[in-house]
């Protein structure tokens, strides 16, 4: 996920974090305010809802497909905002956001532990993730140890994501003094730039190692492989994707944070959705709308 920034309702989140304090929301209650007989009722209050999320495959994917679902099935006025991982992770725990919709736990540790009394763990959205060095199953290496004999063979770099990854400094921080690669470099980019080098490398059958993580549609779309890691340097293992809302969610917007418990994808049904927008020239809402009508088995289930 090369992933089209085709992001609809686009905001920075530094424009957010500075009005905070007015923590728009986040004493929002979702049901109408009762009234006494004879009297007029006060006007329902809108229900709302105000998510962020990083530029990556999937976490576009299901973003989106949640707005849809939200705001078409359940009446709701939905805000995204795409960010990258440390100022959504701050924006949630200083409650200017209902949730992240990306958490890593594996690969965001730092931030779990700086800002964990904070957050609410809605549940798991993807069981199942991994996360490693990849490469096109014609590169002939098969191990991460492999890499320095090869470097030259890869332009001495490793092809990244957002700098602000937890998987990018993991990368730098401990894989790369673990296993000594002292000829080859991590490049930071963007999960699109990742993608956009891939297909260049494998259209001309050319050596490349990325970052990369499952879910993503990029191993739908290639033949890739991780590459091994040693036993005595185990990096990254297989693990989950949870949604994080703020402190007091559930008692402000009940329905919202039980909705966001809810949402689940299996395998296929992720890969299936994040496929359909990487290969449509349309908006992604606009595919996620399809994919939801397609699918209101799956997404009806979710709706409390």
């Not at 109408?32 to 976490?59: F, I, M």
């Not at 293992?237 to 994808?265: C, H, T, W």
Request: glycine letters at 8%; proline letters at 5%.
């Amino acid at each position: 996920m090369n992933m089209k920034r085709k992001h609809t309702n686009w905001m920075t989140l530094t424009a957010v974090l500075v009005g905070v304090a007015l923590c728009a929301g986040c004493g929002q209650k979702e049901a109408p305010v009762g009234s006494q007989e004879g009297e007029t009722p006060e006007p329902a209050t809108p229900k709302t809802a105000n998510l962020t999320y990083v530029n990556w495959a999937e976490g576009v994917a299901y973003t989106h497909l949640a707005k849809v679902v939200l705001e078409d099935k359940m009446g709701y006025e939905v805000e995204i905002t795409s960010a990258d991982a440390g100022p959504a992770y701050t924006a949630v725990a200083q409650g200017s956001h209902d949730a992240y919709m990306e958490c890593w736990p594996g690969l965001h540790a730092d931030y779990l532990n700086e800002y964990g009394d904070k957050f609410v763990m809605l549940g798991a959205v993807y069981e199942g993730t991994e996360t490693g060095l990849a490469v096109p199953t014609y590169v002939t290496i098969d191990k991460i140890s492999e890499l320095n004999d090869y470097a030259d063979k890869f332009d001495g770099r490793i092809t990244g994501i957002d700098a602000g990854a937890g998987m990018m400094k993991k990368t730098e921080n401990e894989l790369i003094p673990a296993y000594g690669l002292d000829k080859i470099e991590l490049l930071a980019s963007s999960g699109p730039a990742m993608t956009a080098a891939l297909k260049d490398a494998v259209e001309n059958q050319e050596w490349i190692v990325v970052t990369a993580w499952k879910p993503h549609w990029m191993f739908a779309r290639w033949d890739l492989k991780f590459l091994e890691q040693d036993p005595d340097k185990i990096m990254w293992k297989v693990g989950d994707i949870q949604i994080i809302g703020r402190q007091g969610l559930s008692q402000d917007k009940p329905e919202l944070a039980q909705f966001l418990s809810n949402m689940y994808f299996t395998d296929p049904q992720l890969s299936d959705l994040m496929l359909k927008i990487e290969e449509s020239d349309e908006d992604v809402e606009v595919v996620a709308r399809k994919w939801m009508q397609d699918n209101d088995d799956v997404v009806s289930a979710w709706i409390p």
